[in-house]
């Protein structure tokens, strides 16, 4: 059975603390964090395209449901603020297709 492998080597480089309170450091944490979700998310729109197995597409999705969770109460340990508004309306992006079904063997050429 496959496999999904974490995506350590897109991680970001780590923060380093431009004052001594920690301050900086906490607000790029939280932004750093935002950022993970967002590409988390982009994982679960892409999961479909990665295979055409109903149980790796779900597992797919589900570990990236489980990265979004995990963030989510990292940001709220840190009592990050809410996103700022950019007050622009996003629509939903439409869905991937999914990955094209792996072609068909014929059993004369074997």
Do not use: F
Not at 66 to 89: A, F, M, N, W, Y
């Amino acid at each position: 059975m496959p496999v999904l492998r974490s995506r350590a080597a897109d991680a970001p480089p780590p923060i380093t603390s431009a004052t001594p309170d920690g301050t900086d450091q906490t607000a790029a944490k939280c932004a750093q964090l935002r950022s993970e979700i967002r590409a988390n998310q982009q994982a679960v729109r892409e999961a479909p395209t990665i295979s055409t197995s109903p149980e790796i597409v779900a597992a797919a999705e589900a570990k990236a449901d489980k990265r979004i969770d995990d963030t989510r109460s990292q940001l709220d340990e840190l009592d990050c603020p809410p996103e700022p508004d950019s007050g622009v309306k996003l629509r939903p992006l439409a869905p991937l297709p999914p990955a094209p079904a792996p072609p068909v063997r014929d059993a004369r050429l074997d």
